[in-house]
T-cell receptor, first 113, second 112 residues
């Protein structure tokens, strides 16, 4: 069965530190990839998505993610985090032909000012 | 453009009762999906409706059911509530194809 693994369940950083959150999936075919963010008290919202083309995808608020097909990975990065990035981050994968994303369990990020 | 609206925001029920949650998708979105979110399990897919038909279903017992109306609004029903059903229930709508989901704020269901 399709699975999505987010290896870091809890991450604590200081402001200006660099961020990388891991996401690996098990499906071997064509995939569509997403990162969602859930700020405290707010609904899930899309950070960025990858369908095809350039494997380095830029999203909102300075986030980017790189699709590495050989590693079945779609890691999220940000060069310098801010206190306002404190949130829960979810990776999601649509296997080709399916419109239903499988979500990872999420990574809770806390950024200290 | 209004976002996905879920009602109610909070619900407290007791074991054995049943509950109905409501979701109004973004205007023009015909696909509505439901998820259960818990701290330990993340987001678990319940089912998806498209044009009043259940198109996909996750691995949840038959106590969890749903429906979609002609205006794309959707309801989810859980019967014979159990303590383990306590969770945040999220509704998401999608324009179609492989477009991203747009999520509502969720309904927080607590079972006593």
């Amino acid at each position: 069965a399709q699975s999505v693994s987010q290896h870091n369940h809890h991450v604590i950083l200081s402001e200006a530190a660099s961020l990388e959150l891991g996401c690996n999936y098990s499906y071997g075919g064509t995939v569509n990839l997403f990162w969602y963010v859930q700020y405290p008290g707010q609904h899930l919202q899309l950070l960025l998505k990858y369908f095809s083309g350039d494997p380095l995808v830029k999203g909102i608020k300075g986030f980017e993610a790189e699709f590495i097909k050989s590693k079945f990975s779609f890691n999220l990065r940000k060069p310098s985090v801010q206190w306002s990035d404190t949130a829960e981050y979810f990776c999601a994968v649509n296997p080709g032909g399916s419109y239903i994303p499988t979500f990872g369990r999420g990574t809770s990020l806390i950024v200290h000012p | 453009k209004a976002g996905v609206t879920q009602t109610p925001r909070y619900l407290i029920k007791t074991r054995g009762q049943q509950v109905t949650l409501s979701c109004s998708p973004i205007s023009g979105h015909r696909s509505v999906s439901w998820y259960q979110q818990t701290p330990g399990q993340g987001l678990q897919f319940l089912f998806e409706y498209f044009s009043e038909t259940q198109r996909n279903k996750g691995n949840f017992p038959g106590r969890f059911s749903g429906r979609q109306f002609s205006n794309s609004r959707s309801e989810m029903n859980v019967s014979t509530l159990e303590l383990g059903d306590s969770a945040l229930y999220l509704c998401a709508s999608r324009a179609g194809g492989n477009q991203p989901q747009h999520f509502g704020d969720g309904t927080r269901l607590s079972i006593l």
